[in-house]
């Protein structure tokens, strides 16, 4: 059941009959490939075998899409050779991978399940150091259990309110902010039953103060990666827009080879947003059949 | 840095002993070479816990991965998660189970050998390294945690 004000919300800003279209659509399975673990070549051979079709995504070359649900039942996922992953979520890692140096010390700031932190450790071939961040600690056992079953060695687990972490400094910070998860409706059905603008104002404000402490927490020259898995533009352009007007900050354009995707909004309710911010882009889950997702690259 | 106040420091130095006893440990054994681990750092941690993680400069809650266990005689027990990882460069003391008796293994059940390997914790191989058994008198038992079970479908 989509809640009517979400549909009047967004009928001005997408084609909202396919958005609403698309929502009541099962997610297609996707997965990557933990290159810890084992080699790309020897997996896809397997899934052959098994009778497993996969589709390959255009911006990176470890990530599938399966045409069978039960991929969990694999052996590639008993060894930790493939990792289950919304191929939306796999984008902030591959859109800081060119930053990505043996040396460079990096820091995950909402960390917990793991799939960015599990990712960027690949991305990484294990080297340089991860702090994982989460302030909860029931989730950091889960992150901690993703982290020893794909290999990752070059991680480090913190449990601090991001808001209050210590004074260290980063190359580069990934921002994966708790957040209304409206783009996830696909997948987790509650999403709706729990939603109002109320909510969105909420997470907005918090991610305010989050984003904050994270661009302070680079390095100049540094890169931070602001994302959500949500639609709300108060989540997502207002929160960039904030940051840009309290620190110096400034955007690089993302590009996602071989995907449609929106340009971020210039404006949302009457209110105007720096132009820096269509930098950013927003991704609706009926552009590519996928999940919903806003990207920011942020340099100090 | 401390994560929590009630915490043992683990992580403010590497610990330079048992790094050379585990390092010689999996190359003796598995014939792993020690030049695998260069640049990673060995921590001990609680109840023997054997840490391999990254060089650290502040005390997180945790970090890395638990590679190994000391136990109190001093002997090696290594991980499913090591051998996952590292056993495919393990070159002695390998078991090769067919695909019915990976089956057999996944679920949790011991299994024959029928190898020239010594006795002791061998890499327990199908495809992949599923894990570490330990053999004694022709049989691998078991070392897979109970989590771990699980039917597998496609194998
Ligand atoms: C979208 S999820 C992160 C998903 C994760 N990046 C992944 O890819 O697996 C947001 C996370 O932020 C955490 N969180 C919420 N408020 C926080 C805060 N103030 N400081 C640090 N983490 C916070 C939540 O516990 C939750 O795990």
Redesign the pocket.
């Known amino acids: 059941m989509i809640p009517a004000d979400f549909v009047e919300r967004y009928k001005d800003i997408t084609d909202v009959e396919l958005l609403c279209a698309c929502l009541e659509q099962p997610l297609p399975k996707s997965f990557r490939i933990n290159t810890l673990k084992a080699e790309r070549a020897m997996v896809l051979e397997r899934f052959k075998e098994y009778g497993i079709s996969l589709k390959a995504v255009p911006w990176y070359e470890d990530a599938f899409i399966a045409d069978k649900h039960d991929i969990g039942l694999t052996l590639e996922h008993f060894v930790g050779a493939i990792y289950v992953?919304e191929l939306v979520?796999m984008l902030?890692p591959v859109l800081v991978a060119d930053c990505l140096q043996e040396w460079s010390k990096v820091l995950?700031?909402?960390?917990?399940?793991?799939?960015?932190?599990t990712?960027l450790a690949a991305l990484m071939r294990n080297k340089g150091l991860i702090v994982a961040?989460?302030?909860?600690y029931v989730?950091i056992k889960a992150?901690k259990s993703?982290i020893e079953r794909c290999g990752v060695f070059n991680t480090a687990i913190t449990n601090?309110?991001?808001?209050r972490?210590p004074n260290m400094r980063f190359d580069v910070v990934?921002l994966?902010?708790?957040?209304s998860?409206e783009g996830t409706a696909r997948k987790n059905e509650e999403v709706f039953y729990l939603w109002s603008v109320k909510k969105i104002l909420n997470a907005s404000r918090?991610q305010k103060?989050?984003i904050l402490r994270a661009f302070d927490l680079l390095k100049p020259g540094g890169v931070l990666l602001y994302s959500?898995?949500t639609l709300a533009p108060e989540e997502n352009e207002e929160v960039v827009d904030f940051l840009l007007s309290k620190r110096n900050a400034y955007l690089e354009e993302v590009e996602i080879k071989g995907w449609r995707y929106d340009r971020a909004l210039e404006e949302w309710q009457g209110k105007r947003f720096s132009e820096e911010v269509s930098k950013a882009v927003r991704i609706w889950p009926h552009q590519n059949d996928s999940g919903g997702f806003f990207i920011a690259r942020i340099r100090k | 840095m401390a994560s929590s106040k009630r915490q043992r420091r683990i992580f403010h130095s590497e610990n330079k002993e048992i790094r050379k006893a585990f390092l010689e440990y999996v190359e003796k054994r598995f014939g792993i070479p020690s030049s695998l681990f260069e640049g990673r750092h060995i921590y001990l941690g609680s109840s023997g816990k054997i840490i391999m993680g990254p060089a650290l400069h502040f005390e997180p809650l945790s970090a890395g991965i638990t590679v190994g266990r000391l136990s109190k005689s001093g002997n090696i027990k290594p991980t499913t998660n090591f051998i996952q990882t590292f056993g495919r460069f393990a070159t002695k003391n390998v078991v090769s189970l067919s695909k019915s008796q990976a089956i057999e293994f996944l679920r949790g059940l011991d299994v024959k050998a029928d190898c020239d390997c010594e006795e002791g914790y061998v890499v327990v191989s199908y495809i992949y390294p599923l894990g570490c058994g330990l053999l004694q008198r022709g049989i691998v038992k078991n070392m897979l945690p109970k989590a771990k079970h699980q039917k597998i479908v496609y194998l």
Do not use: E, V
């Not at chain 1, 995950?108 to 932190?117: H, Q, R």
């Not at chain 1, 961040?133 to 909860?136: A, L, P, R």
């Not at chain 1, 994966?176 to 957040?179: I, L, M, V």
């Open positions: 992953q979520s902030p995950d700031g909402c960390a917990a399940p793991g799939s960015k932190t990712q961040n989460d302030i909860d989730r992150l993703n601090y309110d991001l808001r972490f990934l994966d902010a708790p957040c998860a918090l103060q989050l959500t898995c």
